[in-house]
């Protein structure tokens, strides 16, 4: 099978295109066919010798990736949820070695969900890691109750995008921060309020939040501090939270704290329920050739990248 491996972490330069055998499969698995792949920041941060990298260093030479959408070709003798041919998506052993950069990928059946027949494999592929994410930080970190006000930063982004409309679902009102040229992307996923961070301080536009979702790290976190009302929440997904930010939040009684996302079939459930209904859908921006995976981490890296970047195989 095609596959793109990573013999060790550096630059995106590291991704070589091989052949590999197609793997074999535990009992508690199925394996996929893959059709589609998701990109996130964390398989650059990867790439480059941070991100999961510290986790996976020993399997070196390793194949990157963790979200896919694809379709059963073989089922663990102990797997009862899924059989040959069904359609399916998921993010793959996550935190971990998910070995999706391939054609086919050995996936424990607990960590996916069917695909919707009503939204294709790129769409799918999308709405796993950043879909989870979102999923996850609103239905379990903190439980969003209606009327909240919630702002998200980087709400064109992969995650942000779907925290919008995730929060827009449960009742929250939400206020999501972009670049100009996203405003109306923003405002389409159900956003009540856009803020231009290129031209206004978000510090300056918007107060009394009850949760902050920031998607950008660094000392926009601890900038956040200052727009969330005693008691509140800000949960941060990219990075650590800064000592800056840690020391502003206990001084306000602000609860400043990072979270990583974890592999959950049963929450990818909840993900097609509401991407099967259409109160959730999946932003691609653009969509590369299997052989163009370099290209697509390049786009990913720049910071620029508007909802999801998509691998078809």
């Known amino acids: 099978m095609k596959a793109i491996i990573t013999r060790e ?37 990867t790439a480059i010798g941070k991100g999961m990298s510290g986790r996976i260093k020993e399997f070196l030479p390793v194949v ?18 899924f059989k040959k041919g069904d359609a399916v998506f998921g993010m793959v052993n996550f935190p971990g070695l998910g070995n999706a950069y391939a054609e086919y ?24 890691l950043a879909a989870l994410t979102a999923w996850q930080a609103f239905t379990q970190q903190v439980q969003v109750k209606a009327g909240q006000k919630i702002l998200i930063h980087a709400a064109a982004g992969g995650v942000g995008h779907y925290a919008v409309q995730i929060a827009k679902h449960l009742g929250a009102y939400v206020i999501g921060t972009s670049s100009a040229k996203n405003k109306d992307l923003v405002l389409s996923l159900g956003a009540d309020e856009h803020i231009d961070y290129t031209s206004v301080h978000f510090e ?7 949760i902050v979702l920031d998607a950008i790290g660094g000392e926009n976190a601890a900038r956040s501090v200052d727009v969330v009302k ?65 290209a697509a981490h390049e786009v990913i890296a720049s910071g620029r990248a508007q909802g999801k970047i998509i691998i078809t195989i």
């Not at 509140?232 to 650590?240: C, Q, Y």
């Open 204 to 210: 300056d536009a918007v107060k009394d939040v009850d």
């Open 105 to 128: 990928v050995a996936a424990p059946a607990g960590h996916l969900a069917l695909k919707p027949s009503n939204i294709s494999h790129e769409a799918a592929a999308a709405a796993t």
């Open 9 to 45: 972490f550096g630059t995106a330069d590291s991704l070589e295109l091989t052949t590999l055998p197609i793997p074999s499969i535990k009992e508690d698995e199925v394996l996929v066919q893959v059709k589609a792949i998701s990109i996130n920041p964390v398989d650059i941060k």
């Open 64 to 81: 990157l990736g963790w979200d896919i959408s694809g379709v059963v070709t073989e089922v663990g003798k102990n797997v009862t949820a």
């Open 230 to 294: 005693q008691g509140g929440t800000i949960i941060s997904i990219p990075s650590g939270v800064p000592a800056t930010g840690a020391d502003k939040a206990k001084e306000k009684d602000v609860h400043l704290f990072f979270f990583l996302v974890s592999s959950s079939g049963k929450d990818m459930q909840e993900i097609a329920t509401l991407l099967e209904q259409g109160k959730l859908r999946s932003h691609v921006s653009r969509i590369f050739p299997f052989e163009e995976m370099k």
